[in-house]
């Protein structure tokens, strides 16, 4: 049984050495571009290892294309970002200016002198004005310290675009003559492409998660060398490639290690929200379509991949880099799952608006919410938040929310819900006490659910069992 169903049984630890001896090593598009994501020490240090595998090392053809495709956005998101700082401190610095000259004009119109209080109105606003220089101070030393010190000053993008430059310089240096052949006619991607639609509607692995790129016009194809590709089938490209790869591989048998960024079910196997390596369809896949060339099929995330090559290689790097890259990757995966739960939510509600005979619209779509709205007998309001958005505050949506009521908002509707969208059932069960508290201080036009808690259809609401 075992001989028959190996491909279920893990590795034992002590092989991934030798398989790592004699292994191609390939890289995906969000390897390369999260590099530039990285601190510059920690792009440093990954640099170190994939020197060390530079003579094995391969690209896809599709990721060399995705990643020259992506990478102006990617640097100008660092560019962006150092400006968006910049302005909210000065915004910090006008707010507090404008508090301060406030209170003053206010303070005077106490006339507290006159009044014989013990409170000299003249030392108090210098006092005043002290606190507030030395404030601003503070705020300037910081902006000096990690940002520039004015909207002219360019002293930190052109650092930034130096070290960019030199990043992008190594890369290519590293990855000379290492890109795949890719692929010789469009009626050869034409061919690949209706394999991948037909795999997608059966969701055989990978790159079945991605078919909603084809929804965006602005992404739905790549165009390169007078070829067309389609961006919803890029993952399944690749992975016709990197069969490819071993194929052409020298010897007759080879090892491969995917190492990659992207962490959809579609690609790995997952259990009870656990990753336990790659989806056995894969591995059953690489090693038939290869007659067996290949002998064992693994994939890394860029972490893992780092925290083995270091102990491989007896590196010295960085105590903070492997933190650092793990934290890209998980902000990262945050944004993938909050992209899918968006989309399972929008699905359930249209599911239960559909056999419930509603008619429902998406009356906003914005990158933290969405509303819609029932448009029935019954017309009610949902309110849509990511539990782990940057910009979620439970305290201060429902502030918010209360301020639109009283606004008269949400007099047209029978009810409100504020739907807090989890990641896992374990977050849905952690916090559900406290939503449930929220919800009995609350009008009781509006409540506070989440997506996960169970529909009531006798009493037509979500439930939340403290």
Avoid at 168 to 197: P, V
Avoid at 347 to 353: D, M, R, T
Wanted: glycine share 2%; aromatic share 12%; with cysteine.
């Amino acid at each position: 049984m075992k001989n028959t169903f190996k491909n279920y049984y893990k590795i034992p630890d002590s092989k991934f050495e030798e398989i790592w001896d004699n292994a191609i090593f390939v890289l995906d598009t969000n390897i390369l571009l999260n590099l530039f994501r990285y601190p510059e020490s920690a792009r440093n240090d990954f640099l170190k290892v994939l020197r060390k595998i530079k003579s094995t090392l391969c690209i896809p053809f599709i990721a060399g294309l995705e990643f020259y495709e992506n990478i102006e956005s990617v640097k100008n998101s660092q560019l962006k970002a150092y400006s968006q700082i910049f302005g909210l401190l000065e915004k910090t610095k006008e707010n507090e200016l404008t508090l301060i000259n406030d209170f003053i004009k206010d303070l005077k119109k106490l006339n507290l002198d006159k009044r014989h209080f013990e409170i000299s109105e003249q030392e108090l606003i210098e006092n005043v004005k002290k606190y507030n220089s030395e404030y601003l101070t503070n705020l300037k030393s910081i902006q000096e310290k990690y940002l520039f010190e004015s909207q002219d000053d360019n002293s930190k993008f052109e650092q930034i675009k130096k070290e960019n430059d030199k990043l992008l310089s190594s890369l290519e240096s590293i990855l000379k003559n290492k890109i795949a052949k890719g692929f010789d006619s469009q009626e050869e991607i034409e061919k690949i492409n209706n394999e991948a639609k037909k795999r997608y509607n059966e969701f055989i692995p990978p790159g079945y998660k991605d078919s909603s790129k084809n929804r965006d016009s602005k992404k739905r194809v790549l165009i390169y060398d007078s070829l067309k590709f389609s961006r919803e089938y890029c993952d399944f490209y690749i992975w016709k490639e990197i069969i490819q790869i071993a194929k052409d591989s020298k010897g007759s048998k080879v090892n491969l290690i995917f190492v990659t960024d992207d962490v959809k079910e579609d690609w790995w196997r997952i259990t009870n929200g656990k990753t336990i390596g790659p989806r056995i369809e894969l591995i059953d896949e690489i090693k038939s379509s290869t007659d067996n060339k290949v002998q064992n099929f693994l994939m890394y995330n860029s972490w893992r991949f780092l925290e083995f090559a270091i102990s491989k290689f007896d590196l010295k790097i960085k105590a903070d880099t492997l933190p650092q890259i793990k934290l890209v990757q998980e902000k990262l995966n945050i944004e993938t799952n909050i992209g899918e739960k968006f989309s399972d939510l929008c699905n359930a509600f249209h599911i239960y608006l559909k056999n419930t005979n509603l008619s429902f619209k998406i009356d906003r779509l914005e990158s933290n919410r969405f509303v819609l709205i029932d448009d029935a007998l019954d017309r009610n309001y949902y309110d849509a938040r990511v539990k782990y958005s940057e910009k979620f505050n439970i305290n201060y949506v429902v502030e918010q929310l209360l301020k639109d009521d009283e606004k008269g908002k949400f007099d047209e509707y029978d009810s409100v819900s504020l739907v807090i969208i989890e990641l896992s059932n374990r977050n849905y069960s952690q916090n559900k006490q406290s939503y449930f508290e929220l919800s009995q201080k609350l009008p009781k036009k509006i409540n506070v659910i989440s997506h996960l808690a169970e529909y009531d259809v006798d009493n037509d609401s979500f439930i939340i069992v403290a």
